[in-house]
């Protein structure tokens, strides 16, 4: 009994001396913690930004410096470095002043007078003025004109179409630092389309207009100088372009000195270089992203895309066209966990909405976001219009025993899509709708690009024709607002209006939208536009993916990229003196 009792007593210690350890372990690393985020606070507290450093950046292939016709989505964000524009869109997407000091809309919104700022200088030393922003805008519209432009033109002003500028009449010069914008109409987009870049009349002076214009469009040996942040310093072709920093720069020299662009042939082989070191950034080109969280030197900044995926109506199937049609639009609509699919498919990184108006825009009504996940909504919404399932199997049907059935189609090679599809098609029948899946079921394990872009063919063939009843897939919607070409009658000749929606109240607000004379009224027309697309459904919403850019850590500062210029407020970026060292 005592050996017994004595051997209690030893284990009851070994247990208390365990427990006390632990708990001093514990004490331990929460003081070794609190001591390094001290230290890391203190680091980061003596990071104070100074200049110097120098920052390697990918650029996918290019085949021109020029940037009224570079066809190249990473040339274009590169090229806001160099050069800048009357206007630029905030973190809201509305337009603020960029060499534009101030502007007034009159004439019912078919006039815009503009003041310069007066202390802006270009590159080379020459004063930027007036004469500069209508030669622009003259290079422009006569490039838009011509074939052998036309199509460079439309990819290097990537914000807008050419027919967006085809809307300016004329430019009349006051003075140097004033001048008037007149438009064939009222236009609601009228400073959006104002953020092209601005380029020099004297680097094109020719023997005529004409001359110069075609030299402003010179695709070989084009010397980039602009007005913005940073300078052109050297090519060195399809290997790098170098800027350094602009001391003359009218917002105050950048940190930064220098910025090396290194020309590589896709963004996967970015994403390598930046992986590798040779790059100090990249844009992530698929969604599993969390897995550079692993890697000490690199900072993720996630930001909304513009790519929005959505789910289209066929309005030729007459199941889609009257009262009831609309009901099973909004039960589709309640129907769906968009949340879900955005955790399990998109690990996260998407933004749902119920609208194809970007989040972050100034123009998106948030009383028009209403659809949430609510199978029970869903079913009361189809109980009420008819659709009950009669005879017990789990599908709705009508008062004559016709089933709720339809086709779901989509790009199935696309993995993101499929997986998206399959689980629309699970939320769907849960609430009593059958769904008969259009496409591919097993994706090949050796996926080819011919492969994916034969996929995307054939689906695109099935749109075109109306051969479908719900398609999913995806836009990237512009910067620059206008929903006419999805939703205006008219455009259903056209082919952008492919699900042949025509409601003559629908085109009347888009019209509205569309000529707002001011930006008040602009935003009262995007509201009744917003809630006429939520009451309406042509399209259920799904949302708006997310990207990220990758950023070495030795960079600092207020780093947050925007899908329209992922380098924006890059004159607030700062390497510290520690990591300016090579």
């Not at 985020?37 to 290019?62: F, L």
């Not at 589709?332 to 955790?343: C, F, L, S, V």
Request: proline share 3%.
């Amino acid at each position: 009994m005592k050996k017994k009792l004595l051997l209690f007593l030893v284990l009851t210690i070994i247990f208390l001396s365990f427990m006390t350890g632990c708990e001093n372990k514990a004490k331990i690393e929460k003081n070794i913690e609190a001591l390094e985020g001290k230290s890391e606070t203190v680091a980061n507290e003596s990071d104070e930004p100074e200049y110097g450093g120098e920052v390697v950046v990918p650029i996918t292939t290019i085949k021109s410096l020029n940037p009224l016709l570079s066809e190249n989505a990473s040339f274009y964000n590169f090229s806001k470095l160099i050069f800048e524009s009357l206007f630029q869109l905030d973190r809201n997407l509305n337009i603020e002043n960029c060499l534009a000091e101030d502007y007034s809309i009159r004439d019912e919104g078919k006039t815009v007078d503009i003041r310069l700022k007066d202390d802006v200088y270009w590159h080379d030393g020459e004063k930027f003025t007036a004469d500069d922003v209508v030669f622009t805008i003259n290079t422009i519209k006569y490039g838009s004109g011509e074939s052998a432009y036309k199509d460079l033109i439309l990819n290097g002003i990537k914000p807008f179409s050419t027919s967006d500028i085809r809307h300016i009449l004329n430019v009349k010069i006051i003075d140097d630092y004033n001048l008037e914008i007149y438009f064939d109409r009222a236009y609601s987009n009228a400073l959006e389309i104002l953020t092209f870049p601005i380029i020099p009349k004297h680097q094109f002076t020719g023997k005529n207009e004409k001359a110069s214009y075609i030299n402003a469009l010179s695709a070989e040996e084009y010397n980039p100088i602009g007005t913005g942040p940073y300078k052109f310093n050297q090519y060195e072709k399809l290997k790098t372009i170098k800027l350094v920093a602009n001391e003359e720069w009218w917002k105050g020299r950048p940190y930064i000195d220098t910025i090396v662009g290194r020309v590589l042939d896709d963004e996967e082989l970015s994403l390598t270089a930046f992986e590798t070191g040779q790059v100090d950034l990249a844009n992530t080109v698929d969604v599993d992203w969390e897995k550079y969280t692993q890697k000490d030197r690199v900072k993720i900044y996630e930001y909304v895309s513009q790519n929005y995926e959505f789910l289209a109506f066929s309005f030729k199937n007459k199941i889609f066209a009257d009262e009831s049609g609309l009901a099973i639009r909004k039960a589709i609509a309640y129907g769906i966990d968009r949340q879900a699919i955005i955790q399990k498919v998109y690990l996260g990184h998407a933004t749902q909405t119920d609208l194809p108006i970007h989040p972050d825009s100034w123009l998106l009504n948030q009383e028009a976001s209403i659809y949430g996940y609510n199978k029970s909504k869903a079913k009361e919404v189809l109980d009420k219009a008819g659709w009950i399932d009669r005879d017990g199997d789990g599908i709705c049907e009508d008062e004559n025993g016709n089933k709720l059935s339809i086709r779901l189609s989509t790009n199935s090679y696309n993995p993101l899509r499929f997986k998206t599809a399959e689980m629309i098609a699970e939320n769907l029948r849960q609430i009593g709708i059958e769904v008969i899946k259009d496409y591919a079921e097993e994706i090949p394990d050796k996926l080819t690009e011919e492969m994916i872009e034969n996929d995307w063919e054939t689906f695109r063939g099935k749109l075109d024709r109306g051969n479908f009843d719900v398609a999913l897939l995806g836009w990237q919607l512009s910067s620059v607002p206008d929903l006419s070409f999805a939703f205006h009658s008219s455009q259903i000749q056209y082919g952008t209006n492919f699900i042949r929606y025509q409601d003559e109240e629908m085109d009347e607000l888009l019209v509205e939208a569309f000529s707002a004379p001011d930006r008040e009224m602009k935003k009262n027309a995007y509201d009744k536009l917003e809630t006429k697309i939520v009451e309406e459904l042509p399209y259920v919403s799904l949302f708006f993916r997310n990207k990220a850019l990758l950023l070495d850590k030795k960079v600092k500062g207020n780093i947050e990229p925007q899908f329209y210029n992922i380098y924006d407020n890059i004159e607030e970026w700062y390497i510290p003196k520690k990591y300016q060292q090579k």
